[in-house]
């Protein structure tokens, strides 16, 4: 009879472990989707922009230039502080006006590097990144303590932004660049496995729905930061 209860307990574990990671990979699969439609919309736009001289001028050349700059900002906060009060349909909204504010602010670099330049850029961020994330997902290693270490980087490189627009050194600039590279590239592992890790403590619905969409924001700022900093260190001024 004990055997017998062994047995049946083992057999639920087992199932309920395999219905958990089943959910786990869907949860995952949802976050990566929206993330990777976020990028293919600010690609879009990005491009659709950056390819009408007409339209660079219209943007960059008046006062719509600082809408266009703030505007990712803005939409971000909001997401952010307005997670638990706004529903998740609402916040998939934010996340969508964000990618395309953040396609027309990058649609300046049309204006600076070759599109070819640009183009195998992308190609480096996406492999770099996929790599990346894959470790972040896959490692069995608690990365939980670079995130303290990372986030004081990152405003190192908010700091060190702020010197170099009054000091215009480019040995600053390179170094800014080539930090914001490892940088990004850690926070792409940490926040892969903090987004995974999350997933434990998720009741299921709405809080797991809203939980994929911040995910996918988190994992897109990662992917566009990173491919802005390469960018800077291998992109073809024309």
């Known amino acids: ?38 990028v293919l919309l600010t690609g879009i736009v990005a491009m659709f ?89 896959t490692t069995k290693k608690s990365l939980s303590g670079l995130g303290t270490f990372l986030y004081m980087g990152v405003f190192g490189l908010i700091i060190a932004g702020v010197v170099n627009f009054f000091l215009q050194s480019d040995m600053l600039y390179f170094i800014k660049s080539v930090a914001g590279v490892l940088i990004f590239a850690g926070l792409t592992a940490y926040d892969t496995q903090k987004i995974k890790n999350s997933y434990y403590l998720m009741a299921t619905g709405e809080t797991q729905a809203k939980g994929a969409i911040m995910g996918a924001f988190e994992l897109y700022l990662d992917f566009v930061l990173l491919f802005q900093y390469l960018l800077s260190l291998l992109g073809d001024r024309d």
């Open 1 to 38: 009879m004990v055997d017998r209860f062994n047995t049946a307990y083992g057999a639920s574990t087992d199932a309920q472990a395999k219905e958990f990671d089943a959910g786990l990979r869907a949860y995952m699969l949802k976050v990566y989707n929206y993330m990777a439609s976020g």
């Open 49 to 137: 922009v950056g390819s009408s001289p007409a339209l660079l001028q219209t943007i960059f050349g008046s006062n719509l230039a600082y809408i266009v700059m703030f505007s990712p900002l803005a939409f971000g906060l909001v997401m952010i502080f307005g997670v638990n009060k706004l529903s998740s349909g609402a916040l998939q909204m934010l996340f969508w006006a964000y990618a395309a504010a953040v396609g027309l602010s990058l649609s300046v670099i049309f204006m600076v590097y070759a599109q070819e330049s640009i183009a195998r850029t992308f190609f480096i961020t996406a492999a770099s990144f996929g790599a990346l994330s894959l470790y972040g997902y």
